[in-house]
């Protein structure tokens, strides 16, 4: 592996300056030290701040507890509904059948009920709309909606949390388990922090459109009931656009808090709050500090060429390398000038090369400590050279 080191500079937007070592890395110039606030010290069993584009965690405590989701469940009931709409197995003018099993589940409730014998043409339509349950699951926090939408998606909610599970896996959700489409308890429904930050943040990423025109809803009104968002945020912070409310006696108060401000979105995590109230409280006071004290910059964009290597046996003798997405950096505010850069790259580089085939990896260090690491890939395909040019680049290669 060759090492080039790059200095960061603190510009708008960021730039790399190059400078090509051998094996080593040179110091750069230090500068001043910042000076970081403490997290607030927040009254609940766990708590986490993440930054959606880096995924920097920026403050955490017990994140790896776990902990009882209670309605925070429907984060995920929502993620597989979003995905079956996506794959065309819903759609959100269609109607689902009411069980009874869903007419009867305990908790919060939109107060859907069964067909009517006497349902026909000429009256308001007995059953609900996924989109109708999609709101009273996400704005109301309906239990029946919940178990409606599951088991229109695999028949039986068992069958559902089957398919939450091999979701989770696919995720990376290591500490989770689901039982149920609700939230309800059970010893064996459980996750922590830290993976309800992944969840989240997948929700928006893979879903924008349905996140914008739901989590930030603050009432909703199906058969003749109005019932406000749980979220007290949504009236509290005008930067805050979602997410979830969840409580239950044993899980306390919960709440998942997305905000976006100037461009840049964290997302906030806190269990087992005393109160609504504080739950809110606690949140905000998480989110201010993310936002006071963190900054987080775009480094590269998506496809953007950031160097150019030597390739061996190819019908071309140079690809651009780039990354397979944006790449954002989130530091406290001060702290760029402290950054440095290391870029490792496969060395030697021979085609045949796909187009997005990982060829090295950049880290970013403070003080010391790897803050965040990201794939290079290639930004192009090279095919191999013919006979001739492949043996004509094996005497090189052996010469060099």
């Known amino acids: 592996m060759h090492n080039i080191v790059y200095r960061l500079l603190k510009t708008t937007p960021l730039t790399f300056i190059l400078s090509l070592i051998t094996l080593s ?23 986490l701040l993440k930054d959606f584009n880096s995924g920097h965690v920026i403050a955490a405590q017990n994140s790896n507890m776990r902990i009882e989701p209670a309605s925070l469940t429907k984060i995920m009931t929502a993620y597989l509904s979003f995905k ?5 197995h819903l759609s959100l003018t269609q109607t689902l059948p009411v069980s009874e099993i869903a007419w009867k589940v305990e908790g919060s409730k939109m107060f859907i009920e069964p067909q009517k014998s006497n349902c026909d043409a000429h009256v308001e339509k007995c059953l609900p709309t996924v989109d109708e349950l999609l709101h009273g699951m996400i704005i109301v926090s309906g239990n029946d909606a919940s178990v409606a939408l599951a088991e229109g998606i695999a028949s039986t909610e068992a069958q559902f949390a089957e398919m939450m599970n091999k ?9 989770t388990h689901y039982m149920n489409a609700t ?4 010893a064996q ?19 924008p459109d349905q996140y914008q025109r739901l989590y930030s809803v603050k009432e909703y009104t199906y058969n003749k009931i109005t019932q406000p968002n749980r979220n007290r945020l949504l009236w509290l912070d005008p930067n805050v656009d979602g997410m979830k409310t969840g409580h239950t006696e044993s899980a306390g108060y919960c709440l998942i808090s997305s905000a ?8 906030s995590i806190v269990l087992g709050a005393a109160t609504d109230a504080a739950r809110a409280s606690e949140s905000q006071k998480l989110l201010n500090y993310g936002f006071q004290f963190f900054d987080s910059k775009l480094v590269y964009k998506q496809g953007q060429s950031i160097n150019q290597l030597k390739v061996w046996k190819g019908n071309e003798n140079q690809v651009a390398i780039t ?21 490792s790259t496969t060395q030697p580089l021979i085609a045949p090369i796909k187009k997005g085939q990982v060829v090295g990896n950049i880290k970013f260090a ?5 803050i965040h690491e990201h794939n290079l890939v290639a930004a192009k395909s090279i095919e191999a050279a013919g006979i001739l040019g492949r043996a004509w680049d094996s005497i090189k290669l052996l010469l060099h």
């Open 167 to 175: 979701e989770a896996q696919r995720l990376g959700m290591k500490n």
């Open 183 to 186: 939230g309800l308890p059970d």
């Open 260 to 267: 976006k401000r100037d461009g840049i979105r964290r997302i």
């Open 189 to 207: 429904h459980y996750t922590t922090a830290e993976d309800l930050a992944i969840l989240a943040t997948a929700l928006i990423h893979d879903f």
């Open 25 to 47: 890395l040179s110091p750069l110039a230090q500068a001043n030290s910042v000076q970081i606030a403490p997290p607030p010290d927040l009254a609940v069993k766990a708590y």
């Open 366 to 370: 403070l003080n010391g400590n790897v």
């Open 323 to 343: 990354v397979s997405d944006d790449l954002f950096l989130t530091v406290a505010k001060g702290e760029y000038a402290n950054v440095k850069a290391t870029m």
């Open 84 to 88: 079956a709409l996506k794959n065309n």
